[in-house]
């Protein structure tokens, strides 16, 4: 049998008991995972191991799809109306909204981020999102197309059957419902891998996806590690959907094997390098806070991190001394403290791979105008850093670094900075700040990217889609639009009184 993680927080902002199985949760229940092999979860403010989890294999995916494709037979999909569906997930919202504190206590045990920023950001978003899709459930329709009236033509949305979902460690929670919210409102069963780094909430949702009532076989989790369940899940025959969030290198791959396969459906959100523009016209302050904001929150792993700040030649010099203020004021430290907004990196590879970015960057000529060093003794945090005198191909610039690094980039006018933003791979999200909104919406037009934000940064609902241009990736999260991720739309031809 798995063994049951229980942990005793006593923090000056949450105090509380968990306990729960760490199996993979198939068909319902909670299993050792085929080879009975775990993998440790480890703390990123200390590198000490904090539990271990079952490890999946392909096997067990193999397994999980078993017990989703009988779910969608008898139990879910067109079995289940639309109606009961939504109550089942505004249900789940209410659990999450029950267990809260506990939830965003894991989110910072095992990712390292803030509590308050967990429990105050992701979980609200979190929540309003199965909110969200709860409403939909029931208003997945098709239309009524007319052609003759020798005929009746007609669609249906019917769900696609078995889905896989792979979801990153930066949002380990959030993008847990962003990726089962809109499949389930739709009527599909799932196959989910959490990463091998952050299982715990994921594992923690499935006692309360029990609890819910959901039945058994619809949500199926599978720890593991990419090149083993991931693969697994994107290879397998029997999935014919699969939703990835995470790297580009690695988005690749599994857009190679759902090819290779079944030539499943996908949808890929991916990395980024997102441009944040300063206007001479700016409110200073403002772009400030929102510029910090946009490349320090979540330690700067986030996939729209605002992390090449372009700043107009007027305002330059008195953008960077107020932002290097702003910079040195953040609170690096334990997540559990109330006054913490930056927490460790996520792993020592993590560490690892942006402290070989700050060395890249140092040995290509650009300046290090603050941090670039570790911060602290102990664990993977590393100091808010800004980078300045770059040039257009260091790797600083064009590639995604997922930590507390930016690089601030002076320009000349509209037709420089557009120029400049626009000379990337990606094309996830770009923000412009700036008095003028004429200006503001003319540039956001121009810019390549699939999120615009106008003096304001990382903001993100429930209701608005979100996803990328460019190798940022295709399909969108949130908002209706998730929805047509997973419905395959039937066209119906019925003769009404056509004679042969």
């Not at 993998?39 to 799809?65: C, M, Q, R, Y």
């Not at 009524?144 to 990153?168: A, C, L, M």
């Not at 290879?235 to 690695?250: D, E, N, P, Q, Y």
């Amino acid at each position: 049998m798995p063994t049951v993680f229980t942990h005793e927080f006593n923090t000056p902002v949450y105090k509380g008991k968990v306990s729960f199985n760490t199996g993979l949760f198939i068909n319902g229940q909670f299993v050792d995972g085929s080879d009975r092999t775990t993998i440790d979860v480890v703390n990123p403010t200390n590198g000490e191991v904090i539990t271990s989890v079952s490890e999946g294999t392909p096997k067990d995916v193999d397994l999980a799809v078993d017990a989703a494709e009988r779910a969608f037979e008898t139990t879910w999909g067109l079995n289940c109306p639309g109606n009961k569906r939504g109550l089942l997930l505004n249900k789940l919202a209410s659990l999450m909204e029950e267990h809260t504190e506990e939830l965003a206590a894991l989110e910072a045990l095992d990712n390292g981020k803030a509590f308050n920023m967990a429990r105050n950001g992701d979980l609200v978003l979190a929540i309003d999102c199965i909110r969200y899709y709860a409403g939909w459930s029931d208003k997945i329709t098709g239309r009524v197309i007319e052609t003759s009236e020798d005929k009746f033509n007609y669609t249906r949305h019917e769900p696609i059957g078995v889905v896989g979902q792979i979801i990153p460690w930066n949002f380990p929670l959030l993008m847990f419902v962003w990726k089962i919210g809109p499949a389930l409102a739709t009527g599909n069963t799932i196959v989910l891998k959490p990463s091998e780094f952050t299982p715990l909430t994921a594992i923690r949702m499935c006692q309360l996806v029990q609890e819910a009532g959901f039945p058994a076989g619809v949500l199926n989790v599978v720890t593991g590690y990419g090149n083993t369940v991931g693969n697994a899940i994107a290879s397998h025959m029997r999935i014919h959907k699969v939703a990835f969030t995470g790297s580009t290198l690695v988005g690749r791959k599994v857009m190679e094997a759902a090819a290779k396969s079944n030539l499943k459906n996908i949808t890929l959100e991916l990395g980024g390098k997102s441009p944040n523009i300063i206007f001479d016209d700016a409110d200073l302050e403002q772009a400030v806070n929102w510029a910090a904001f946009g490349i320090y929150f979540n330690h700067g792993q986030c996939c729209c991190a605002g992390s090449r700040i372009f700043v107009q030649e007027g305002v330059y010099d008195e953008f960077l001394k107020r932002f290097t203020e702003k910079s040195r004021s953040i609170k690096v430290g334990d997540p559990f403290a109330p006054d913490t907004f930056q927490g460790p990196q996520v792993s020592q590879i993590q560490y690892d791979r942006i402290m070989g970015y700050i060395d890249s960057g140092k040995k290509e000529g650009a300046k290090v105008h603050i941090g670039g060093e570790r911060h602290g003794s102990d664990g993977y945090y590393i100091q808010p850093t800004i980078f300045t005198d770059s040039n257009p191909d260091m790797r600083i610039v064009q590639e995604e670094i997922f930590g507390p690094v930016s690089v601030v980039i002076k320009f000349k006018d509209e037709e420089d900075v557009v120029r400049q933003a626009n000379d990337t791979l990606y094309g996830l999200a770009a923000a412009v700040f700036t008095k003028d909104m004429s200006r503001a919406i003319t540039t956001a037009h121009k810019l390549k990217a699939g999120t615009l934000w106008v003096n304001c940064y990382n903001q993100l609902n429930s209701n608005v889609p979100f996803g990328g241009f460019k190798q940022s990736g295709m399909g969108r999260e949130c908002g209706e639009y998730a929805l047509n991720n997973y419905t395959e739309v039937k066209a119906v031809h019925v003769n009404l009184r056509m004679k042969m």
